[in-house]
């Protein structure tokens, strides 16, 4: 498939302003910060939730943890795509009774996230588990929503959405790929 | 990869992909929960023609572990003893559904052979004196993790060099990442050809002692042939035992491994086998991590790279 260049739909500016509305819309549900372990899904999801719990701590007097999760040993996909490298799973607090927003970079079939939620609950029983993503590109294959969305990007299955994140890559933004038909 | 049937199978990017794979497991296996659903589905079969204590037990936690399915072969209550030959044996078991098999057997080769019969992955478990592979890379983790890396170490193996196959294996994935090896033995129990190893040899233990980071001991196998070529286990113990003497001529952040069983009281002494400097507890340990880290490879995470 010939790749077009990548159009780029959010600066690293407008990755940080979604970034603080979601910190906020966090705050505002759950009334300030208490209670509250973010944790990031590998890789991208990592550093987008260290962004949150700081933007948090700008507003509330709170620091909020953050924990990591590596999903890939919960994938239900391991037969079908090579094993790629694999992040390490830390929780810095016990989850049980906690309220954890899951974190990741973008939404897509769901099925991140279906592992997550697995992965999650074999490392503690927590309250309530929400989700928080920087983009929701749609096509779900399984009943599942975000919470906390950066920005919804409408796309087609053929597309390819790229996140780039400062501690990750050296610059941020948001780009799609479309296919030349 | 579809086989592990030597450590040369393995480069040395190899052999560290499945250590960093090994470091994952073990933090599965440090939770409440020590399991993960990576390999639900899948069944291993455990086909020990040769006893076994803790290389059974360690592929059998590592298959639970990924959530695997198990099937357990025992020779002496099979038909086997009714003489069903090897082939016609491993065929039965492969007919019931297997992806994948470990296989341990006295003669050098079998589970190459095995390989060569079957559709599904074989993993050596130890074939005569010939290679023990997965015990080579648990080694390898264990240091690493106590060291960070293996390059540059002094490792010294001590013993029955010619009729182990731990020996063999852990000379490969030791000079593989890097460390410098010496061979300690009577100059009968070196291997045949030894000149052609990557290694140096002596019969002086206690000359080479202070400059050592792993003092790495081998049993005596008696039951291997150790026996006929030892004049007299005293003065093999003598020359060639860890006692407390020689334990303390080593340098203060130097280490003791022995793959086990140990013949306590004649390569090792029981203080030294169980002070806080010796890793053979967390040889053990290890062993689950890596063998979990070796089916998963073999068995998952097989798309196009």
Redesign the interface.
Known sequence: MIQTTPVQVMDGADVRRAIRRIAHEICERHHGAEHLVLVGIHTRGVPIAEEIARAISEFEDTHVPVGELDVGFYRDDLDHRPTTRLGRTLLPVDVTEETVILVDDVLYTGRTIRAALDAISDLGRPATVELAVLIDRGHRQLPIRADFVGKNLPTSIEERVTVRVENVDKEQGVWIERPRS | MKHLLSMSDLDRAAIEELL??AD?FA??LD???P????MRGATVATLFFETSTRTRLSFEKAAKA?SADLLNFTPSTSSLSKGESLKDTVLTVQAMGVDLMVVRHGAVGAPARVASWVDCSVVNAGDGAHQHPTQALLDALTIRRRFGKLDGLRIAIVGDIRNSRVARSNIDAFTTLGASVTLVAPPTLLPFHVDSYPVATTADLDSILGDLDVVYMLRVQLERGSGPVLPSLPEYVSRFGLDRRRFLQLGKEAVVMHPGPMNRGIEIAPDVADDPRSLITDQVSNGVATRMAVL??LL??????
């Open positions: 960093d794979l994952h933090e599965v939770r409440d929960i399991k993960v659903p990576a990924l998963f490879r998952k995470g097989k798309g196009q790279l």
